[in-house]
């Protein structure tokens, strides 16, 4: 008999083609999905994820699930995954989920972090993690900017044309700027983001702060749901999902990884 798995994971997705299964692409769903065939008895397992995230994005918590017919419980499971799995694809929680959890739908609230590199040459420890930028900002512009952000919108304007959504209408509750000697970071919550949403919003974000544009511009943005007003789309290998919020009963327990 199956049973619903919920699967809280964190990868670093620099050589992957983003989360979601592509022709010709290795992705971090088609390798998961790989494993767990494997594990299934050779049956295949489809997973939904909380969100899609693009190539060279990571996540420190992106959360899943997948119906499973295995005789395996949950915590043999999760270790099965943590040996089969590449080193940059890790689990960190597997526990069976109401048959209703829907990793996507059940999500309450996302958090998305964009991480700059804010030293002189940059550090070949971030790379890989943070987009090296060490130009002059000015933080009273952002602050200004980024207060404009919060509400409910259509964000249209932030969006990719490769967006498949319809409805653009979400609701952003957080959007903050945080910079402590070499390492700056964007941080952004809400109830759902759009494709290349955060990027589109940092790419003009960091014009507004180089004086490129006026603050004000953010409203104008929002106000004409076209993309061409927004600046450009900020490299991936900043972004990270950062953590994804369910409602207290479906809090998970982690894994000891010690």
Partial sequence: MSR??????????TDYAGWQVQRGQITIQSVLEAVLK?????RAVSIRAA???????????QVCDFL????AGDDDLAHALG?????????????????????RRSARRKHYRYRLDRSAFGSPIHARYALHFPQE?????????LGRLPGRHDWSGFTSSRCEVDD???ELKV????????????????????????RNLVGTLLEIGQHKRPPVDIDRIVASEDRRMAGPTAPPQGLHLWNVTYQDSEAVRMLDRS
């Avoid at 499973?68 to 005789?71: A, H, L, S, V, Y």
């Fill in 4 to 13: 619903r798995i919920r699967l809280d994971l964190a990868y670093d997705g």
């Fill in 38 to 42: 494997r594990l299934n008895g050779d």
């Fill in 51 to 61: 969100g899609r995230t693009d190539a060279g994005v990571h996540a420190r918590q």
């Fill in 68 to 71: 499973f017919d295995g005789d």
């Fill in 83 to 103: 040996r089969m799995l590449p080193a940059e694809i890790r689990p960190l929680s597997l526990v069976t989920a109401a048959e209703t959890f829907h990793a």
């Fill in 137 to 145: 900002l000015d933080t009273e512009a952002l602050a200004d900017a």
């Fill in 168 to 170: 653009r209408v979400r």
């Fill in 175 to 198: 959007a903050e700027y945080h910079e402590r000697g070499g390492n700056a970071r964007f941080d952004f919550e809400g109830d759902g983001f759009l494709t290349h949403m955060v």
